[in-house]
């Protein structure tokens, strides 16, 4: 058993988020001192963990499979999205699983003491239940599998081939578990920190805009193939879809590699951070800028420019801008720049023209305008359909156009909007409220 609890020997897989608990398990398991009260802080921990992410069944198989799922290093970096590395790596990887074989091949319930069953059932672990403290649910299922399907690997090369198909499938690290990112900036430094919780919304959710969303999807089918694409605007009247759309295209393209990173136009000045933490990894980001305009006053516009074209730092082929905005030109334009010359500027039409070459820079622009009435009555039906309200169809549109006239005019958020005050009108009734 002992031979086997070689961790230290570890080359590529070392150094983990939870390294602690990590190697006091090793300890553990070595069997030195099976009285050591660390028993009851590893098992502690390992509840923690499961309550967090959702796991059950073996939860130190669970917790050594998220440390191989969360490791990002030569290995497995070079394996995420496109397979094995080849060559020296897949050697020097090989001999990090026979180690981790190691690891899954001990028996937790050996820790249990007599008349115990503390580690049996950390070992048979069960979820309390669906709605706990599960931050993300599509990561405990992919979790969960590894470990089992780790769990019956019959030697270290069948290991390396499960972890390796892992890799493959859904990346590594933050980026292989996560769809979306925002930037954290501290101490001048930005850091790429994952959203656990996005709205699940796709493409066929979105009534009407086939147009445009074709449009969507064509350039960013495009850039997921490794061909050519644009950065894209989608600019129109509030509440059509234009945010809703690129979350879609997330939901849509997300097992093909695609990932998106919010950024607000504060933090412009880390974009250049940022494209260097993601332009060596096997994935597609999207920069995504939600309600993008600006005030005369502003000047983050030029480090926009910047970014996109015309810096000495070229833009990597695995990064685009997509950007929503309710302005056409982003920067908001006054009478005086439409003047040709004026007191106190003899080239004003040179001012004029460098504020509109920042949206001449999207390659893509889509227009999302309002709808007209007979469209929104459609997007009201159907969005009534897909929840089930039961109403004549005369009394549902009179009751729709009431609404939109007191609750933001024609457009698809004020249908949904409706759709759900309907929906809650006629859950109370139901239940005698």
Request: one cysteine or more; a negative charge.
């Given at each position: 058993?002992?031979?086997?609890?070689r961790?230290?020997?570890?080359?590529?897989?070392?150094?983990?988020k939870y390294?602690d608990?990590?190697?006091a398990?090793?300890?553990?398991?070595?069997?030195?001192?099976?009285?050591?009260?660390?028993?009851?802080?590893?098992?502690?921990?390992?509840?923690e963990l499961?309550?967090?992410?959702?796991?059950q069944?073996n939860?130190?198989h669970?917790?050594?499979?998220f440390c191989l799922a969360?490791?990002e290093?030569?290995y497995?970096t070079s394996?995420e999205?496109?397979?094995?590395?080849?060559?020296?790596l897949?050697?020097l990887?090989?001999h990090?699983?026979q180690?981790?074989k190691?690891l899954?091949?001990?028996?937790?319930?050996?820790l249990?003491g007599?008349?115990?069953?503390?580690w049996?059932?950390?070992a048979?672990?069960e979820?309390?239940?669906?709605?706990?403290?599960?931050?993300?649910?599509?990561?405990?299922?992919?979790?969960v599998?590894?470990?089992?399907?780790?769990e019956?690997a019959k030697?270290?090369?069948?290991?390396?081939?499960e972890?390796?198909q892992?890799?493959?499938?859904?990346?590594?690290?933050?980026f292989g578990?996560n769809k979306?990112?925002r930037?954290?900036?501290?101490?001048?430094q930005?850091?790429?920190?994952?959203?656990t919780?996005?709205?699940?919304?796709?493409?066929?959710?979105?009534?009407?805009y086939?147009?445009q969303?074709q449009?969507?999807?064509?350039?960013?089918?495009?850039f997921?193939?490794?061909r050519e694409?644009?950065?894209?605007?989608?600019?129109?009247?509030?509440?059509?879809?234009?945010?809703?759309?690129i979350?879609?295209?997330?939901?849509?393209?997300y097992d093909?590699?695609?990932?998106?990173?919010e950024?607000?136009k504060?933090?412009?000045?880390?974009?250049?951070?940022?494209?260097?933490q993601?332009k060596?990894?096997?994935?597609?980001?999207?920069?995504?800028m939600?309600?993008?305009s600006?005030?005369?006053?502003?000047?983050?516009?030029?480090?926009l420019?910047?970014?996109i074209?015309?810096?000495l730092?070229?833009?990597?082929?695995?990064?685009?801008?997509?950007?929503?905005?309710?302005?056409?030109?982003?920067?908001r334009?006054?009478?005086?720049?439409?003047?040709?010359?004026?007191?106190d500027?003899?080239?004003?039409?040179?001012?004029?023209?460098?504020?509109?070459?920042?949206?001449?820079?999207?390659?893509?622009?889509i227009?999302y305008?309002a709808?007209?009435?007979?469209?929104f009555?459609e997007?009201?039906?159907?969005?009534?359909?897909?929840?089930?309200?039961?109403m004549?169809?005369?009394?549902?549109?009179l009751k729709?156009?009431q609404?939109?006239?007191?609750?933001?005019?024609l457009?698809?958020?004020?249908?949904a909007?409706?759709?759900?005050?309907?929906?809650?009108q006629?859950?109370?009734e139901?239940?005698?409220?």
């Amino acid at each position: 058993m002992n031979t086997l609890m070689r961790t230290d020997e570890l080359i590529l897989y070392r150094n983990f988020k939870y390294q602690d608990l990590f190697a006091a398990m090793e300890r553990l398991l070595l069997g030195e001192n099976k009285d050591d009260p660390a028993r009851f802080s590893c098992a502690n921990q390992l509840i923690e963990l499961a309550v967090t992410y959702g796991f059950q069944g073996n939860l130190y198989h669970c917790f050594l499979a998220f440390c191989l799922a969360n490791h990002e290093n030569a290995y497995s970096t070079s394996c995420e999205i496109v397979g094995p590395a080849g060559g020296s790596l897949d050697q020097l990887a090989l001999h990090d699983f026979q180690i981790f074989k190691g690891l899954f091949d001990q028996d937790i319930r050996s820790l249990d003491g007599e008349g115990e069953s503390l580690w049996a059932q950390i070992a048979s672990y069960e979820a309390a239940r669906e709605n706990g403290r599960v931050f993300n649910k599509r990561i405990r299922d992919r979790i969960v599998s590894l470990a089992l399907s780790l769990e019956a690997a019959k030697d270290g090369e069948a290991f390396q081939r499960e972890v390796t198909q892992f890799y493959r499938e859904f990346g590594v690290g933050k980026f292989g578990l996560n769809k979306a990112f925002r930037i954290l900036e501290k101490d001048e430094q930005a850091f790429i920190d994952p959203i656990t919780s996005i709205d699940h919304v796709y493409l066929s959710d979105l009534v009407g805009y086939e147009r445009q969303k074709q449009k969507l999807i064509e350039n960013t089918e495009s850039f997921i193939e490794g061909r050519e694409a644009n950065n894209v605007l989608l600019y129109g009247d509030a509440g059509t879809g234009k945010s809703s759309s690129i979350k879609a295209i997330l939901n849509q393209y997300y097992d093909r590699g695609l990932r998106i990173i919010e950024v607000y136009k504060h933090q412009f000045k880390a974009l250049s951070d940022v494209l260097e933490q993601v332009k060596d990894r096997n994935y597609k980001f999207i920069i995504y800028m939600d309600d993008l305009s600006f005030e005369e006053f502003e000047l983050e516009y030029k480090y926009l420019k910047a970014i996109i074209e015309g810096g000495l730092g070229k833009k990597p082929k695995n990064v685009l801008i997509y950007a929503t905005s309710n302005r056409r030109h982003l920067i908001r334009e006054s009478f005086r720049d439409k003047k040709q010359l004026s007191d106190d500027e003899i080239h004003a039409n040179d001012t004029v023209q460098e504020k509109l070459s920042l949206v001449a820079r999207f390659g893509v622009t889509i227009y999302y305008g309002a709808p007209e009435p007979k469209e929104f009555k459609e997007i009201v039906k159907v969005l009534a359909a897909r929840n089930g309200i039961q109403m004549p169809e005369e009394e549902l549109l009179l009751k729709a156009n009431q609404w939109e006239l007191s609750h933001g005019g024609l457009s698809g958020r004020t249908a949904a909007q409706f759709i759900t005050w309907l929906s809650g009108q006629q859950a109370a009734e139901m239940q005698g409220w």
